[in-house]
């Protein structure tokens, strides 16, 4: 297993995902997973969808800046930090972000997002 190939697909994956259907993003997480965003936490697969389904947002694109990944522990996880900008509809300028996710694997032989920590990046 090449980790920075699973980072890759799981980044291409996640963002897509967000991007078109926030709600697809369910199956990532578990009922142990959590979520930090900007600062607020959320704990199991209902509260973190229902967050990111709550965004004042409706439509938005990602486009990712950088990829960085680590192996994490002997049972196979994986930490992978990405950084990028955010375009939200209708505005001009885009948002620059940054997002940490640590991934376990599952016995299916893919991986869920035990942790995700997402900040806005401000000048």
Do not use: W
């Not at 959590?34 to 990602?62: A, N, V, Y």
């Not at 209708?90 to 032989?109: C, V, W, Y």
Request: proline share 5%.
């Amino acid at each position: 297993m090449d980790p920075d190939a699973v980072a890759k697909a799981f980044v291409e994956h996640y963002y897509s995902t967000f991007d078109s259907n926030r709600a697809g993003l369910a199956t990532l997480y578990q009922d142990s997973s959590m979520l930090s965003f900007e600062g607020q936490k959320f704990q199991g697969t209902q509260s973190i969808t229902s967050k990111l389904t709550s965004l004042p947002f409706q439509q938005c694109k990602h486009h990712i800046t950088t990829v960085d990944c680590q192996p994490s522990g002997p049972a196979g996880g994986m930490v992978v930090f990405v950084s990028g900008n955010l375009q939200l509809a209708g505005e001009q300028h885009a948002l620059k972000f940054s997002q940490m996710f640590h991934l376990m694997p599952t016995p299916q032989g893919s991986f869920y997002v035990l942790n995700d920590i997402f900040r806005l990046n401000y000048a």
